[in-house]
């Protein structure tokens, strides 16, 4: 069965520090791969998704960047963090290229302060 | 483009009552539809999916919903609500984008009271 990972779970940084999530997915090959922030008021907004190695898809312009170095690895990045960064950040997967839905990761908060 | 409206950031209901979220969505293709339940500090869950099968989608948790095409309506309900629902579920679209965007409402809170 296919599982999905994330670390870390929780992250408190402060304004103007980098930052790295990682998410791993086990049990699958070529995935679709997505970064969603949820935040306070404003429920799931899509950031990036990618559908192999390498291929990233900015769906909202901003602070952050996103990294696909393996097929089951997505990492999402800042070099400098913004208050505005708050946030929980959830991964996301699905097999592509036919299937629908998409499985979620236990999510990192993130706080910055 | 596809939009999600979930009507009730908030709903209470006591336990043993019907549940039900509503949920209306806006595509310009046949949509696929899903709910979403998310515990505190949790991941989404799947609750269901509509993918253009039968109209009446039963999930786990007891939850079912009807695709109602006439009126872009995907309600969740429930027959009788249990303390262990108490969530936020969250209503999503995928209007025939081939990385599969989903598009999702912003969430209703459900109560249950004892």
């Known amino acids: 069965s296919q599982t999905i990972h994330q670390w870390p779970a929780t992250l408190v940084q402060p304004v103007g520090s980098p930052l790295s999530l990682e998410c791993t997915v086990e049990g699958t090959s070529n995935p679709n791969l997505y970064w969603y922030r949820q935040a306070a008021g404003r429920g799931l907004q899509l950031l990036f998704y990618s559908v192999g190695i390498g291929q990233i898809s900015s769906e909202v312009p901003q602070n952050l960047s996103a990294s696909r170095p393996q097929d089951r690895q997505f990492i999402l990045s800042s070099k400098k963090l913004l208050l505005s960064d708050s946030g929980f950040y959830l991964c996301?997967?699905?097999?592509?290229?036919?299937?629908?839905?998409?499985?979620f990761g236990p999510g990192t908060r993130l706080t910055v302060l | 483009a596809q939009s999600v409206t979930q009507l009730g950031s908030h709903v209470s209901v006591s336990e043993g009552a019907l549940v039900l979220l509503r949920c209306n969505y806006s595509s310009s293709v046949p949509p696929y539809l899903f709910w979403y339940v998310q515990y505190p500090n949790q991941g989404l869950q799947l609750l269901l999916k509509?993918?253009?099968?039968?109209?009446l989608v039963k999930g786990i948790n007891g939850f079912e919903a009807e695709f109602k095409k006439s009126e872009t309506s995907f309600h969740l309900t429930k027959p009788s609500a249990h303390m262990s629902d108490a969530a936020e579920y969250f209503c999503a679209v995928i209007g025939g984008t081939s990385y599969g965007k989903l598009t999702f409402g912003q969430g209703t809170i459900l109560t249950v009271h004892p």
């Open positions: 996301a997967w699905k097999q592509a290229p036919r299937t629908d839905t998409q499985y």
């Open positions: 509509y993918t253009s099968a039968a109209t």
